[in-house]
């Protein structure tokens, strides 16, 4: 079974950049299609993109597409989400997912990391 564990987050202004990091365990990830979420209190999580196992593909929501990108290192088991051009909307709990299948919401991830807190301030 897949274990993920995220880099910290922290708190950064708004226009700055960050990147999330996502280590998962075992011997499988390439296999997975990976890909964060992202949650605020009283909402849904919501989807920020995703990535094919061989990271050929990407997709993400139109929210923070052109600012964000999902890149993975096979090599390294290590899946990332690069943040430009932040923002205070983009303040969340980012969470990484792991899934067999393809997904653009929740209900087809099978492991989720711990999840960890962005702020953006204005």
């Known amino acids: 079974q897949v274990q993920l564990v995220e880099s910290r987050g922290g708190l950064v202004q708004a226009g700055d950049s960050l990147r999330l990091s996502c280590v998962a365990s075992?011997?499988?990830?390439?296999?997975?299609?990976m890909g964060w979420f992202r949650q605020t209190p009283g909402k849904e999580r919501e989807f920020v993109g995703v990535?094919?196992?061989?990271?050929?593909?990407?997709n993400y929501a139109d929210s923070v597409k052109g600012r964000f990108t999902i890149s993975r290192d096979n090599a390294k088991n290590t899946v990332y989400l690069q943040m430009n051009s932040l923002k205070p909307e983009d303040t969340a709990v980012y969470y990484c997912?792991?899934?067999?299948?393809?997904?653009?919401?929740?209900?087809?991830?099978?492991?989720w990391g711990q999840g960890t807190l962005v702020t953006v301030s204005s």
């Open positions: 997912a792991a899934a067999a299948r393809y997904f653009l919401g929740t209900s087809n991830v099978d492991i």
């Open positions: 075992g011997r499988t990830f390439s296999s997975y299609y």
């Open positions: 990535i094919s196992g061989l990271g050929w593909a990407t």
